[in-house]
């Protein structure tokens, strides 16, 4: 019993010693990949010819409770030559069928969404999955997008009277996706004026 005991002591400190050994390797490694993989994201909610600066290193906050959210949210600024002509909004939809699901939104200063992805969530495959790029085409419908106030009946599904499309047998999860996203367009369009006075103040999400 105690030999036993012996060796799978010995077993597990060696098994914690690999995993710390190769967590230590691999940070740096998987810190760039995830670098990498918001930048791809941003590029493809903001087009990259309407920016010359890296969208992943130039990022304000914005307060919690400002999108019905209980966390401050990152906000990625796109500037050309000195000056603001979009931002990339984080922003957790709380109200999906499974949970929350968190999106990215493009917004230009015009208040034309630019592009949406959705970078996470729990929804039932088959279903409320199509809000992902990799199942469908859905997302794309709301670039060139536009919202003239917070009301804007145009801002739901078709069920709800809206322009954006349901899946069958799941409207909570776009209705949930729609309105955050109309959020976050509404809230930029009327937040331009501070976000450029915070372009300076900005940190390394990183």
């Known amino acids: 019993m105690k030999n036993n005991g012996g060796i799978l002591a010995l077993a597990a400190f060696l098994s914690t010693g690999l995993i710390a050994i190769t967590n230590s390797l691999t ?9 990498l ?15 010359n600066n890296m969208l992943s290193h130039r990022c304000t906050l914005i307060p919690k409770l400002h ?24 922003a957790i939809a709380l109200d999906g069928y499974n949970g929350a699901i968190k999106v ?32 469908s085409d ?3 419908s709301f670039s060139g997008k536009s ?11 078709y069920k709800d009277g809206g322009q954006f499309d349901q899946f069958t047998g799941a409207t909570i999860t776009p209705r949930a996706v729609v309105n955050t996203v109309k959020k976050v367009a509404w809230y930029a369009s009327q937040n331009k004026d501070k976000i450029i006075c915070q372009q300076n103040n900005y940190e390394d999400p990183q």
């Not at 999108?67 to 000056?83: D, E, F, H, R, S």
């Not at 919202?147 to 599904?157: L, P």
């Open 37 to 51: 993989q918001l930048l791809q994201v941003l590029n493809q909610v903001i087009p990259t010819d309407i920016h």
């Open 104 to 135: 990215l939104v493009g917004v230009d200063t015009n208040n034309t969404v630019l592009g949406v992805r959705v970078l996470q969530h729990n929804e039932t495959p088959g279903l409320g999955d199509k809000i992902d790029l990799n199942i």
């Open 67 to 90: 999108l019905n959210i209980t966390q401050p949210m990152p906000v990625y600024i796109a500037i050309k030559n000195g000056k603001l002509l979009a931002m990339a909004v984080e």
């Open 27 to 35: 940070k740096d490694t998987i810190t760039e990949q995830q670098r």
């Open 138 to 140: 859905w997302v794309l």
């Open 147 to 157: 919202i003239e106030s917070v009301t804007d009946k145009r801002w739901a599904v």
